[in-house]
DNA sequence: CTGTTAGCGCATTCAT
DNA sequence: ATGAATGCGCTAACAG
């Protein structure tokens, strides 16, 4: 089904079919004849060659997505997002995972380029300058998707990190703990960084210590590398009574590691996490944790990708979503 | 970058750059001028535009991937393969939800015919023939994941549902079980009747009753299905000891329909699974399940799709892939 | 308002 | 072994 076979049913130009069949330049053909035009191409089920206009306008209605880890169940609901809105707005996406590899999310960029995708959405944690400033280079739309540029010189969505951390500080001192420790998540990716962060400036505004002893880094958003910071955190400060990890696999990492060493959760420590994953509703206890919209996250994505690829140039800068705090078991009073 | 530049720089025509340049073709010019031209290509950074190969081509080295929703945790690891595999060839995917709507499958496999996708694996529960023959009269190769046509007709890879409920069976039986029953799951969809067949299978060959009291229906694989389905058994036959279920999300509605009807698991009624999701060893109790190789399955399925990409007619029928069974702490010997 | 023409970047046929 | 020419399906600039 070409163009010309629309053309030949309904006895007028290819040219005439193309701006007949095409929103912006319907205006220009004449009502009646754009009405055949669409009925022929209705009668042939006529499809557009969404390949063959690209190599002539240069855009391919498709945008690249980098993910690290599309298995890691934080993303699934981001990318429904994502998908949700473009898909709207009659993009596809080419959606590849990166494994945080460098070499690869270069590879992959290139690629895509390549593949003339219209703009990029990146969940990458660190995407060097250089890979950015190249793809951008290319002309490509960019949207950073959890983490940000200093300068905010690209688009970016992110979650509050601070605030959502200020949150789960705040539930807890509520609670009665002064005492509150930290399992820091890697400080060379961003959430990570910002929910240490985070953690400082509540305390610091509740007037509780913060010292060193109290804080561990987990070199890993991991279970494993939770447990062991956990663990090494309780042997450096034994009185602490409620911990703050910084997102929920390594919480559930401070599970293992209390019952490893004979503690109750909630009775001994508490516990909060990051990010309200699946079924940590279903873990015992049920882990009280801060919630990230992340359906919503994707959908802003998406939004400012397609401002960007409207306007010559779209919205920059960076928009904060709020996150919220699940409040169930893992979290209570202190025992005298 | 274009051909053209490339052809300047080495100093030949374009039609020789790109002999030069593909694979397949590159016998066809001679040894050092191919090495000039790659040079030149290197030099300049070319990157061949596939938009432009591909309405040369009719390929677009890019397959659609259609499943039904990325957040259900099974799906992850079936992309990750099939991405893995397809990568590798130099494929690029297509990603898209279809919330097992019939019309928006419909849609986005016209969508994807559009763009020239060469081939497709579903994921879909169902995908009426129709739609199949249709796609498959495009004549784009197709692949079918965890479903099948009973005539093998199309590539399927599912795995032995039948067998992985006979593990289930099994295990139970070989534990003191003789009241079995099975929380099944929709029978519209091909694995809940399979494992539904499965159950009735095995319970014969233990000649073990399978009574119609036995067995309950979930209209979907649902934690709040199989609560309710798991409730209406255990109020027909109050007997039973042991439950299989026909996923983990209907295990879980059965942990939940136990605890509200105040009984143990597994003191009280032991408990199965399906699928073997993650987080499923961190309930309590830890769920005994059927773990299926779903990464295995996504790179089965996309090497069945290359098969059909490369001959002309490739394979066709079904790929069955042996689950396994995961002993946890759901099932124990029924007490006296 | 519509027909005509050219060309996007590439692969491929036909000459040479 | 290489150059020249053609066309994939479409849009856009130009005529009329």
Redesign the pocket.
Known sequence: ???????RLA????????????E??R????????ERVLRAAEELG?????????????RSYTVGVLIPDLTNPLFPPIMRGIEDRLGDAGYTLLIVNTDNDPERERSQMVAMRARQVDGFIAATARLDREVLAEAAAGGAPIVLVNRSLEDGSVAAVTVDDRHGIALAIDHVVGLGHTVVGHVAGPQNVSTGHRRYLGYLEAMARHELPAAAAQVTFADAFSEAAGARACRELIDRTDHVTAIVAANDRLAIGCYDALEELGLGCPQDISITGFNDMPFVDRLHPPLTTVRVPQREIGLVAAELLLKQLGDQDGIVGEVLLEPTLVIRQSTAPPER
Do not use: D, W
């Open positions: 089904m070409t163009i010309r076979e629309v053309a006895e007028v130009h290819p040219g005439t079919v193309s701006r007949a069949l095409n912006q330049t205006a220009l053909v004449n009502q009646e004849t754009a006529y499809q557009p060659n969404p390949i063959a206009r690209g190599l002539k306008t240069n």
